[in-house]
């Protein structure tokens, strides 16, 4: 699978199902697993797909993701669309039948499922460069998509099964979250998709998500970050320190993007005995997943998309000041910046001569 031209989109979608249907028909079970932290992407992909199952093979499946839910957008998304997903910890996976594994690949890192467990089915965008593939039944990579949200919702279509206005708002949110809105990485499919879904989607739900309300701790987790971030000509990096959500360091990484001066965005922080790596680029031709890979080689895992990328590195008992200073190290000789010619993001004299 993975034909990405739009003149193939409906037949290869198709053919995708059926194969699909192929290796989960008669199944008593079936576990459906994101990658670890999911985004609305994630989420929305893994609510498609148990649509599809239920509707067409009466197959009810769980949904499950490593790590947490963090960022407000995203527990807003599971609250209001009433999804079921729970801890990967909760559920021991070699009880199901089939273990689907979506936005997300074997071997990449980022999720929760044991080395020994391979998945029945595979479906995502992402590079495959660090995919294990060899021995999964069902295999659907579309590097050229924007999102597995659109992916899924050409299953959807192929099989003339209408979203309802659950799966519509979080396939439609996925889309748009990943995309920034048709802006970024999008394609003809992206975009067909996300007209497909516009008229679907519950409206009212969306801007309760997009516009949900944060912690105290979130403005204060911002200012920390605003601190500790240092400027390498158009190279901006941050140390974000121990975070109360790994979702932290690519929120970071999206707002910092928006300085005139950035071409590149790199943002780090602590969480659960981690570093997780959140990467940026306004460089068409910068290819942040390769870049990510590149740095990360020895100590962790990576990888994403042109314009954006992330990583884990365990610690392992090294100092995490150690390994974040290794990582701007990697990162800005991978540039080619100089470590020295830095300065501060906030000035401290500003600061200083602020009316209170």
């Known amino acids: 699978m993975g034909e990405d031209g739009p003149d193939s989109q409906s037949a290869s979608s198709a053919e995708a199902v059926e194969a699909l249907f192929e290796v989960a028909r ?13 985004d609305p992407d994630a989420i929305a992909s893994a609510m498609a797909l148990a649509y599809l199952l239920e509707q ?50 074997a071997g990449a890192g980022n999720v929760g499922l044991s080395e020994d ?16 593939v060899e021995g999964v039944p069902f295999a659907d990579i579309r590097t050229g998509y924007g999102a597995t949200s659109t992916i899924l919702s050409s299953y959807l279509k192929a099989v003339g099964l209408p979203p309802d206005p659950r799966t519509a708002t979080a396939l439609f ?10 802006a ?12 497909y879904l516009l008229p ?14 944060v912690p105290l701790a979130y403005f204060r987790a911002f200012e920390r970050a605003l601190e500790r971030t240092f400027i390498y000509d158009d190279v901006v990096i941050c140390s974000l320190g121990s975070m109360d959500w790994p979702d932290l360091a690519a929120e970071m990484a999206d707002f910092l993007l928006r300085w005139e001066g950035a071409r590149w965005i790199i943002c780090t ?33 990576g990888g994403g998309h042109d314009l954006m990328a992330g990583g884990r590195i365990p610690l392992d008992d090294q100092s995490p000041r150690d390994v974040v200073r290794e990582l701007r190290r990697r990162f800005l000789a991978r540039l080619e910046r100089e470590e020295s010619e830095r300065e501060k993001l906030i000035q401290e004299p500003l600061r200083a001569n602020l009316i209170q």
């Open 117 to 132: 467990i391979t998945p029945t089915v595979l479906i995502d965008h992402h590079s495959e460069v660090q995919s294990e």
């Open 173 to 182: 949110y996925g889309i748009k979250s990943d995309t920034m809105g048709l």
């Open 56 to 105: 067409r093979l009466g197959l009810k499946a769980t949904l499950a993701h490593g790590g947490i839910i963090g960022r407000a957008e995203n527990k807003a998304m599971v609250r209001l669309l009433s999804i079921e997903i729970r801890p990967l910890y909760e559920l021991d996976p070699r009880k199901y039948d089939v273990i689907a594994l979506v936005d997300a690949q």
């Open 184 to 195: 970024r990485r999008a394609g003809d499919a992206d975009v067909e998709a996300y007209l």
């Open 269 to 301: 922080g602590l969480f659960d005995d981690e570093i997780v790596i959140s990467v940026r680029t306004n460089d068409l031709e910068g290819n942040a997943g390769r870049v990510v890979q590149e740095v990360v080689s020895g100590m962790g895992t």
């Open 26 to 38: 008669g199944v008593r079970s079936a576990l459906i697993v994101t990658h670890d932290d999911p």
């Open 200 to 213: 679907l989607a519950d409206t009212k739900i969306l801007a309760q998500i997009e516009q949900a309300q």
